[in-house]
């Protein structure tokens, strides 16, 4: 920096000055100067420097005023609210030294000349020299003021950023970080603004920012200026995009779109006290999503390429003009709390029993945590907190975080996973459920209540104190085996969680679970949706497909995300999707199945698995089925995902389920795609040879398996002392058909519950030479253990 130098452009600032300008601004600096090449736009704008700060500090004799105030504050003599009103009092009379000032009107009339502009609107950013470290965000801790236009309304707000610099938050976090409190300056970013009042704007990060998973890109996204994101005042669309897959041309890999309510927007407003201000959404815009599918790609790859330059996972600002229809990067500073959390070893906590769900929410971390509830409107209520109790507000900004400190969780009714909320609370390692809608009216003070993040990417809040257990595991002591470790998976919302788990894929991803809880309607009814005689069902189902002109489009598009979830977790290891596989009893359950179903006295072995699949009865919904796991591999490009057949009777309905699919695009080995059949038939095993002639590898389900080769009825509680999955007759079918896959050179697997419950079982699969074992992510670590034991008795 040139010496005395109070205004420096963006293009010619770096990362490498941040004791000039700030971690905020040197990143801009950086992004303008280094990244422009790979087709990333920022909004040109300049930075006062430090110096600058200290000249106007100085030139108004306030060192010695804001030494002494922080003293009285440590020795108690004030209080944080008077010592940072006093010190924000005393910046706010300063006069500007005239050369400073000067050289910042002359830097904002070239502003204009470069946009074509006399008098340009600008956002003027505070940027503190010691912020946006690696292992400090400082996130909102100072101001930035919007649409600021003219020379005197932008020194106005240049000095309110200075005094931003000593706001009770900010005085509260720099103590708590260890910062020496005088020796921080403050840098100011003036940057063109960025018509997104006309359009939209948000946040996104290049790592999951609930579990730590590196290969996603995280967007939210809101009408308007992005404020409302930010402070988490709306609740914003969301979208997820799968990494590995974005360079890959031809694919569009969207594992997650949520549309926001995204209840008003911040716009500008023609008042130099106040420039901008929130109006609602039309229904139109809280129906649609902000932003195209090309656009969310393209700021993904953005995210990849600032995450790439900066060799770290980044938290970055957008923005989109309305006027031109440009994307543009607003900020970027390092994500601070997933990306430094430890890889090798995670906490986990299990719920076990809980009392009456009372709401629900976005889910931010994965802990579990009990006690009372303390409602606050205003944080300047602080003082009727009681520390370690969860905090329930409608929202909140960096004015609360002094009280979210004492909060042993935090519920909000407003907000996503970007919100201020969401991000300190990761950043405080407190379970927070954000979003919940109606917290404020339905909770009251000094209720015992239990908040679980511990579910998925949805929070719960339950009456009570739930009782759930917590696990340090350490994956570096997991032994290594020979048999793969596998996990069975259902939950979309819950797959990420998982993600650290050293498994093999996953052996069992089950369809149904995606339908009934994430679609929850009938596939035939949507079919069949303009000949429906139930108005109830089709009035449901309207509110469900809103804004699907092609009420089966809403069923393709839900299970293939549903599934890409899965399929990203463990990616590029083999992810095993079985079709659907419910009894006519469960489909009827389903939103208009009712009409659909017939009523059968044994649905365990009546119409389901593949003799549904050919069926005029339901071939319409099974093509619905395929065309999702065709979108899953060809648009994604998940093609790490295996299909499998359940409960296939003979070969000759393999044969018809087989030509069924390769209709709908998903024929055996075209673009390496497998297909596995469900072995829990004794047909399965008595004609191992025919079936395996036919797929690519057996899942033996060891529940059906039992049940249809002993006679008895798994569910039944007279019968259950006879369900036995270690009956001679039980294992010598396992064992048969080990062998004659294996002879056949096919692979086969099991994915039941009996590895995990009974070692000598894990231990007789191992003896039988089987290819793999597939088990819920709780008993993962007990199974792995339990399976190198039995090899290495194996070898012995």
Known sequence: MAENASVLWFDDVRRTNVADVGGKNASLGELTGTLGEAGIKVPPGFATTSWAYWAFIDANGLRDTIAALLADLAAHKLTLAEAGAAIRRAILHGEWPPAIAEAICAAYRQLGERVGETSPGVAVRSSATAEDLPDASFAGQQETYLNVSGEQALLVACRRCYASLFTNRAISYREAKGFDQTKVALSIGVQRMVRSDLAGAGVMFSIDTETGFDKLVVI????????????????????????????????????????????????????????????????????????????????????????????????????????????????????????????????????????????????????????????????????????GSILVTRTTDPDWVPLMRRASAIITDHGGRTSHAAIVSRELGLPAIVGAGTATHVLHDEQEITVCCAQGSDGFVYEGHAEFTVENIDFASLPTTRTQVMLNLANPAAALRWWRLPADGVGLARMEFVISNHIKIHPMALVNYDTLTDGDAKRTIDELTSGYEDKTAYFVERLARGLARIAAAHHPHPVIVRMSDFKTNEYANLIGGAAFESKEENPMLGFRGASRYDSPRYRDGFALECRAIERLRREFGFTNVVVMIPFCRSPQEADRVLAVMAQHGLARGHDGLQVYVMCEIPSNVILAEAFAARFDGFSIGSNDLTQLTLGVDRDSAELSALFDEEDDAVKWMIAHVIEAAHRCGVKVGLCGQAPSDRPQFAAFLVECGIDSVSVTPDSFVAVKRRIAHAEAAKQD
């Open 220 to 387: 939210s996204a809101a009408w308007g200026l992005g404020e409302s994101v930010v402070q988490g005042t709306v609740d914003p669309d969301e979208y997820e995009v799968f990494k590995p897959l974005l360079g890959e041309a031809g694919l569009a890999p969207i594992i997650g779109k949520k549309v926001g309510e995204k209840q008003f927007k911040v716009i500008y407003a023609n008042d130099s006290r106040a420039p901008t201000r929130n109006v609602p959404t039309s229904k139109a815009e809280r129906a649609a999503f902000v932003l195209t599918d090309d656009e969310i790609l393209t700021l993904s790859r953005w995210a990849c390429a600032i995450e790439r330059h900066y060799g770290q996972p980044m938290d970055i600002e957008w923005a989109k003009d309305g006027v031109t229809g440009e994307l543009m990067i607003v900020q970027a500073r390092p994500e601070t709390v997933q990306s430094r959390r430890e890889a090798s070893a995670i906490k986990t906590y299990r719920l076990v029993h809980a009392g009456t769900r009372l709401l629900t929410g976005v889910a931010v971390g994965e802990a579990i945590a009990a006690g009372t509830v303390c409602v606050i409107d205003n944080p300047r209520r602080a003082e009727h907190f009681v520390d």
